[in-house]
């Protein structure tokens, strides 16, 4: 494997209380490649992910992305550090249309609006267009052309999820952290879904962090799977060789 690496995690530690939810995980994932995250409930994905959000302080340990340590970066410069994510419960402005959700991706990451009282007004103007251009092109992207006007909460839940993904993907993120993105999708939807996370790997060149219980889609997309149990790391390879390690196998995929 001679991809650059984008993301190092470091013996990364996080307690609570008297719980270790991580303990001491270490893997690093590609630049411009798709790394699957799965383990039981409670193995300690989502707490790995609000930690490489800045969402979750760890105990002990370090996260390097891009070569750069996340401990001094805080919560609200995550955006604009190149880190984007979707939530497992979609999270969007339910009050505002497709394309303002979507543009508020591009305010986030600290562009044009953000910036509006320091910048001269023709700038402003200028990187407005830019944003709504990138806007356009997304939702075009996601499939969701035709629904620029519509409000979020008239959509059909897999609607809504690609509106998060297409305004996570407004700040061009590096790398982009997916909280199980099936779920709650049919068997056609997820189908489509795959095809999404490939193009935005493929055509945009963004790495993903995918967290998912459904093996399908992991093993599918994935160019490397983490298993997690009890906040430790089981095992890591290619999907092909993660279907099969016997560890996993016992505590995951064999179960029932
Ligand atoms: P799931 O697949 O169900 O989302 P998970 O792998 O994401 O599970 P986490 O949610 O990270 O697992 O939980 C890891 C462990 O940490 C669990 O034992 C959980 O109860 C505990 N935990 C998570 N967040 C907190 C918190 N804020 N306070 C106390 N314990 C927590």
Redesign the pocket.
Known sequence: DTSMTILDVRELV?R??G????DSISFTAGAGRILGLI????????????CLSRL?QPSSGDILFRGRSLSTVPRHRIAREGIGRTF?NVSLFDHLDVQDNVLVGGHVAGQAGFLAHTLRIRRVAREEAELRDRARELIAFMGLSGTEGRRVTDLPFPLRKRVELARALMSRPHLLLLD?PAAGLNHEEVDVLKDQIRAIRDRLGTAILL?E?HMNLVMSVSDKVVA?NF?RKIAEGLPSEIARDPEVVRTYLGAG
């Open positions: 996080v609570f209380g719980i270790l939810a991580v383990g039981p409930n409670g193995a300690g994905k989502t707490t790995l992910f609000n979750c497992q199980e967290v219980h997690m906040g």
